[in-house]
């Protein structure tokens, strides 16, 4: 069973005199959210808490850090991860609240506040969990993924750090930043003589850094190609589902170039000759399969995965 701690009081109670306060007759936008508090970073973004002074309730502020706050790639960026995440109503993806400026012009938007671990965190004490209660993580992750793609919409950073589990029972895939709409990938010169997005932005490479994390990026994601589609994110699920089965990533390498050969070039050894625990046959076939190199080879869709993932898998070891 996993032990969640217990958020802080103030933000689990339901106070009766918050409930009764005058809503004001005209209010300032700029004055709606107080009490902000970091919560996390990312690359050029800041996750803060605070307090919903409308609705008296602590929730998700996300907007860019001071030193992009002026980009305007960034800021574009930035809307359509909210746009992106608020059209995706589904029980594994985050509710968005309110996109908007703040006084100064630059955008944030606000969601549903969720106090849990991450996968990430979970896996750091993989020996703590049962298989069944982590590949039930899996299983709601890639039935969020069967709904984003069936929309259009693929991921693009399927990995622990942005799977998010909740004391309640809630399972959620985050960080919908590098999301691309399928039709953004054929029309992409268009958008990129638009102003809105730049190479970089339409590529798997900035500068020289993956855009993603490069353990687990799919071979068409590393190779920047323009035909990439829901089939990344089956790849990179399949990733988890590895590290998840034998507490390793199936990519090696410690310095950029050998990552890469590896994603690339290298066949990874089957999970169950990585570890000593009981694998099932099942899962692990599952997982290689999602490992294959060439798109076509994968499952074809989520669906596929969600229906064997729902088969009972435990009976045969």
């Known amino acids: 069973m996993i032990r969640f701690p217990e958020p802080p009081k103030e933000y689990r109670s339901v106070v009766l005199e918050e409930t009764d306060k005058s809503l004001l007759q005209k209010s300032d936008p700029n004055l709606r ?135 309640y029972g809630e399972v959620l895939l985050l960080d919908w930043g590098l999301a691309k709409l399928l039709p953004d990938l054929i029309v992409k010169r268009n958008e990129e003589q638009s102003g809105l997005l730049t190479s970089d932005d339409l590529t798997a490479t900035r500068a020289g850094k993956p855009v993603g994390t490069p353990f687990y990026m799919s071979p068409e994601q590393v190779n920047q190609e323009s035909s990439i589609n829901h089939r990344t994110d089956i790849y990179s699920l399949g990733v988890v589902i590895y590290e998840i089965l034998c507490g390793e990533r199936p990519t090696r390498g ?12 290298d066949i990874p050894e089957k999970p169950s000759l990585r570890t000593e625990s009981k694998m099932p046959r099942l899962l692990e076939k599952i997982t290689m399969r999602c490992l294959e190199k060439i798109p076509e080879a994968r499952f074809q869709s989520m669906d596929e995965i969600v229906k064997m993932l729902q088969q009972d898998w435990g009976a045969n070891l």
Request: hydrophobic share 35%; net charge positive; aromatic share 8%.
């Open 254 to 265: 410690e310095k950029m170039h050998e990552v890469i050969q590896n994603v690339l070039v």
């Open 33 to 167: 959210y107080v009490s902000f508090s970091t919560i996390a970073t990312g690359g050029k973004s800041l996750i803060k808490s605070c307090k919903d002074l409308h609705l008296s309730r602590f929730i998700c502020y996300k907007t860019l850090k001071p030193e992009f706050a002026g980009n305007k790639v960034e800021q574009q960026r930035l809307i359509r991860e909210a746009r992106v995440s608020a059209m995706l109503q589904h029980p594994n993806t985050i509710p968005t609240y309110e996109l908007g400026r703040d006084r100064k012009g630059n955008p944030y938007f606000t969601m549903k506040l969720v106090h849990g671990y991450t996968l990430r965190e979970l896996l750091d004490y993989r020996e703590r969990y049962d298989l069944t209660q982590l590949m039930q993580v899996i299983l709601q992750i890639a039935l969020c993924l069967a709904y984003a793609h069936k929309h259009g919409v693929v991921h693009r950073d399927i990995k622990p750090e942005n799977i998010l589990v909740g004391p």
